[in-house]
Protein backbone atom coordinates (compact mmCIF):
# COMPACT_ATOMS: atom_id res chain seq x y z
CA UNK A 1 0.00 0.00 0.00
CA UNK A 2 0.82 3.54 -0.88
CA UNK A 3 2.27 5.68 2.06
CA UNK A 4 0.79 8.97 0.51
CA UNK A 5 -2.84 8.23 -1.80
CA UNK A 6 -4.01 11.10 -4.07
CA UNK A 7 -6.83 11.13 -6.69
CA UNK A 8 -4.74 12.23 -9.65
CA UNK A 9 -7.38 14.80 -11.39
CA UNK A 10 -7.27 16.62 -13.31
CA UNK A 11 -9.84 18.61 -12.15
CA UNK A 12 -11.48 21.29 -14.31
CA UNK A 13 -13.02 24.16 -12.80
CA UNK A 14 -14.20 27.36 -13.68
CA UNK A 15 -12.31 30.51 -12.15
CA UNK A 16 -14.23 31.31 -9.14
CA UNK A 17 -15.29 27.59 -8.31
CA UNK A 18 -14.40 26.21 -5.01
CA UNK A 19 -12.46 23.03 -5.13
CA UNK A 20 -11.36 20.37 -2.58
CA UNK A 21 -8.50 18.01 -2.56
CA UNK A 22 -8.72 15.03 -0.51
CA UNK A 23 -5.35 13.18 0.96
CA UNK A 24 -4.70 9.62 2.47
CA UNK A 25 -1.96 8.35 4.49
CA UNK A 26 -1.44 4.90 5.65
CA UNK A 27 0.61 5.24 9.16
CA UNK A 28 -0.45 6.21 11.60
CA UNK A 29 2.91 7.21 13.27
CA UNK A 30 3.30 10.07 10.58
CA UNK A 31 4.16 13.27 12.38
CA UNK A 32 3.90 16.60 9.95
CA UNK A 33 1.90 17.29 6.91
CA UNK A 34 2.17 19.29 4.10
CA UNK A 35 0.37 20.80 0.92
CA UNK A 36 3.17 21.42 -2.13
CA UNK A 37 2.25 23.20 -5.24
CA UNK A 38 4.13 22.20 -8.57
CA UNK A 39 4.26 23.78 -11.47
CA UNK A 40 5.13 22.01 -14.72
CA UNK A 41 8.90 21.33 -15.19
CA UNK A 42 9.36 23.13 -11.33
CA UNK A 43 10.26 22.53 -8.38
CA UNK A 44 7.84 21.66 -5.61
CA UNK A 45 7.38 24.87 -3.37
CA UNK A 46 5.73 24.51 -0.07
CA UNK A 47 1.85 25.85 -0.22
CA UNK A 48 1.00 25.31 3.49
CA UNK A 49 1.22 23.40 6.15
CA UNK A 50 -1.39 21.37 7.96
CA UNK A 51 -2.20 21.30 11.85
CA UNK A 52 -4.27 19.55 13.57
CA UNK A 53 -6.90 22.06 14.13
CA UNK A 54 -7.07 23.24 10.90
CA UNK A 55 -5.72 26.01 9.55
CA UNK A 56 -6.24 28.85 6.63
CA UNK A 57 -4.10 31.18 4.34
CA UNK A 58 -5.88 33.16 2.41
CA UNK A 59 -8.14 31.34 -0.13
CA UNK A 60 -6.95 28.19 1.03
CA UNK A 61 -7.79 26.32 3.67
CA UNK A 62 -6.30 22.58 5.05
CA UNK A 63 -7.92 20.21 7.37
CA UNK A 64 -6.44 16.92 9.35
CA UNK A 65 -8.19 13.95 10.41
CA UNK A 66 -5.91 11.52 12.05
CA UNK A 67 -8.51 9.13 13.19
CA UNK A 68 -9.17 8.34 9.93
CA UNK A 69 -5.86 9.19 8.22
CA UNK A 70 -6.40 11.81 5.47
CA UNK A 71 -5.73 15.29 4.80
CA UNK A 72 -8.30 17.97 2.61
CA UNK A 73 -7.22 21.09 0.64
CA UNK A 74 -9.91 23.45 -0.33
CA UNK A 75 -9.28 26.54 -2.96
CA UNK A 76 -11.97 28.85 -2.60
CA UNK A 77 -12.37 31.51 -5.71
CA UNK A 78 -10.36 29.82 -7.91
CA UNK A 79 -7.85 31.55 -9.97
CA UNK A 80 -6.37 30.92 -13.56
CA UNK A 81 -2.84 31.15 -11.51
CA UNK A 82 -4.20 28.17 -8.97
CA UNK A 83 -3.71 25.79 -12.29
CA UNK A 84 -0.61 23.59 -10.67
CA UNK A 85 -0.19 20.03 -9.12
CA UNK A 86 -0.71 19.33 -5.51
CA UNK A 87 1.28 17.50 -3.57
CA UNK A 88 0.23 15.83 -0.41
CA UNK A 89 3.21 15.43 1.67
CA UNK A 90 3.74 13.81 5.01
CA UNK A 91 6.63 13.23 7.42
CA UNK A 92 7.63 10.14 9.49
CA UNK A 93 11.12 9.80 11.75
CA UNK A 94 11.97 13.74 11.58
CA UNK A 95 13.75 13.04 8.10
CA UNK A 96 11.50 10.59 6.20
CA UNK A 97 9.54 12.60 3.79
CA UNK A 98 6.51 11.00 1.80
CA UNK A 99 4.99 12.48 -1.43
CA UNK A 100 1.79 11.68 -3.24
CA UNK A 101 1.52 11.64 -6.88
CA UNK A 102 0.21 14.42 -6.95
CA UNK A 103 -3.42 16.41 -8.03
CA UNK A 104 -3.48 18.76 -11.08
CA UNK A 105 -5.82 21.42 -10.98
CA UNK A 106 -6.52 22.90 -14.46
CA UNK A 107 -8.59 26.38 -13.68
CA UNK A 108 -10.74 27.49 -17.11
CA UNK A 109 -11.38 31.30 -17.85
CA UNK B 1 21.51 34.38 -1.42
CA UNK B 2 20.94 31.59 -4.13
CA UNK B 3 19.24 29.14 -2.02
CA UNK B 4 19.22 25.49 -3.26
CA UNK B 5 21.22 25.16 -7.02
CA UNK B 6 21.55 21.91 -8.95
CA UNK B 7 24.11 21.69 -11.85
CA UNK B 8 23.55 20.20 -14.28
CA UNK B 9 20.20 21.36 -15.33
CA UNK B 10 19.74 18.63 -17.96
CA UNK B 11 22.03 15.66 -19.12
CA UNK B 12 21.64 12.58 -21.67
CA UNK B 13 24.10 9.54 -20.17
CA UNK B 14 24.64 5.90 -22.02
CA UNK B 15 23.66 3.10 -20.19
CA UNK B 16 26.36 2.16 -18.32
CA UNK B 17 28.32 5.68 -17.74
CA UNK B 18 28.64 7.04 -14.69
CA UNK B 19 28.24 10.86 -13.02
CA UNK B 20 27.63 13.04 -10.39
CA UNK B 21 24.67 15.51 -9.85
CA UNK B 22 25.91 18.68 -7.49
CA UNK B 23 24.08 20.22 -5.12
CA UNK B 24 24.82 23.18 -3.10
CA UNK B 25 23.40 25.61 -0.39
CA UNK B 26 23.74 28.88 1.14
CA UNK B 27 21.34 28.76 4.09
CA UNK B 28 23.30 26.90 6.95
CA UNK B 29 20.96 24.08 6.60
CA UNK B 30 22.02 20.62 8.02
CA UNK B 31 19.38 18.44 6.71
CA UNK B 32 19.81 17.75 2.93
CA UNK B 33 17.57 15.65 0.63
CA UNK B 34 17.93 14.02 -2.60
CA UNK B 35 15.33 12.80 -4.23
CA UNK B 36 13.92 11.39 -7.96
CA UNK B 37 10.35 12.00 -9.56
CA UNK B 38 9.22 9.84 -12.53
CA UNK B 39 6.80 11.15 -14.93
CA UNK B 40 3.24 11.62 -13.74
CA UNK B 41 4.58 10.25 -9.73
CA UNK B 42 5.45 12.07 -6.51
CA UNK B 43 8.83 12.09 -5.19
CA UNK B 44 10.67 9.23 -4.06
CA UNK B 45 13.71 9.81 -1.48
CA UNK B 46 16.99 8.42 -2.67
CA UNK B 47 19.44 9.73 0.75
CA UNK B 48 19.57 12.24 2.57
CA UNK B 49 21.67 13.96 5.25
CA UNK B 50 21.84 15.16 8.69
CA UNK B 51 24.75 16.99 8.96
CA UNK B 52 28.51 16.50 7.18
CA UNK B 53 30.00 13.40 7.59
CA UNK B 54 26.35 11.90 8.37
CA UNK B 55 24.34 9.99 5.65
CA UNK B 56 21.21 7.49 4.92
CA UNK B 57 19.41 5.71 2.74
CA UNK B 58 15.44 6.85 1.50
CA UNK B 59 13.22 4.75 -0.47
CA UNK B 60 14.93 4.07 -3.46
CA UNK B 61 18.94 3.80 -2.82
CA UNK B 62 19.77 1.42 -5.34
CA UNK B 63 22.33 2.46 -7.67
CA UNK B 64 23.19 5.92 -6.12
CA UNK B 65 25.77 6.86 -3.49
CA UNK B 66 26.17 10.21 -1.45
CA UNK B 67 28.75 12.03 0.12
CA UNK B 68 28.45 14.92 2.72
CA UNK B 69 31.75 16.54 3.46
CA UNK B 70 30.64 19.81 4.02
CA UNK B 71 27.55 21.50 5.51
CA UNK B 72 26.53 23.00 1.63
CA UNK B 73 27.08 20.53 -0.42
CA UNK B 74 25.48 16.69 -0.89
CA UNK B 75 26.51 15.23 -4.51
CA UNK B 76 24.96 12.28 -5.83
CA UNK B 77 26.87 9.77 -7.79
CA UNK B 78 25.39 7.51 -10.65
CA UNK B 79 27.86 4.54 -10.91
CA UNK B 80 26.77 2.65 -13.78
CA UNK B 81 23.33 4.32 -15.69
CA UNK B 82 20.78 2.43 -16.10
CA UNK B 83 17.48 3.55 -18.14
CA UNK B 84 15.65 2.88 -14.87
CA UNK B 85 17.58 5.89 -13.98
CA UNK B 86 16.27 8.17 -16.56
CA UNK B 87 14.03 10.97 -14.19
CA UNK B 88 14.07 14.29 -12.66
CA UNK B 89 16.32 14.84 -9.82
CA UNK B 90 15.14 17.47 -6.93
CA UNK B 91 17.98 18.23 -4.28
CA UNK B 92 16.21 19.75 -1.17
CA UNK B 93 17.81 21.09 1.92
CA UNK B 94 15.91 21.62 5.55
CA UNK B 95 17.35 24.20 8.84
CA UNK B 96 16.91 21.35 11.63
CA UNK B 97 14.34 18.55 12.28
CA UNK B 98 11.50 20.80 13.62
CA UNK B 99 8.40 18.73 12.50
CA UNK B 100 6.80 21.70 10.87
CA UNK B 101 10.14 23.04 8.73
CA UNK B 102 9.49 23.18 5.44
CA UNK B 103 12.27 22.03 2.48
CA UNK B 104 13.47 24.13 0.08
CA UNK B 105 14.34 22.20 -3.22
CA UNK B 106 16.14 23.02 -5.85
CA UNK B 107 15.59 23.53 -9.65
CA UNK B 108 16.27 20.07 -10.69
CA UNK B 109 18.34 17.87 -12.74
CA UNK B 110 16.69 16.04 -15.97
CA UNK B 111 18.43 12.83 -16.75
CA UNK B 112 17.87 10.74 -19.45
CA UNK B 113 19.90 7.59 -19.61
CA UNK B 114 19.66 6.06 -23.47
Known amino acids: RKEVEQDPGPFNVPEGATVAFNCTYS??????FFWYRQDCRKEPKLLMSVYSSGNEDGRFTAQLNRASQYISLLIRDSKLSDSATYLCVVNRNFNKFYFGSGTKLNVKP | NAGVTQTPKFRILKIGQSMTLQCAQDMNHNYMYWYRQDPGMGLKLIYY???????DKGEVPNGYNVSRSTTEDFPLRLELAAPSQTSVYFC?????????????FGPGTRLTVL
Open chain 2, 92 to 104: ASRPTSGTTDTQY
Open chain 1, 27 to 32: NSASQS
Open chain 2, 49 to 55: SVGAGIT
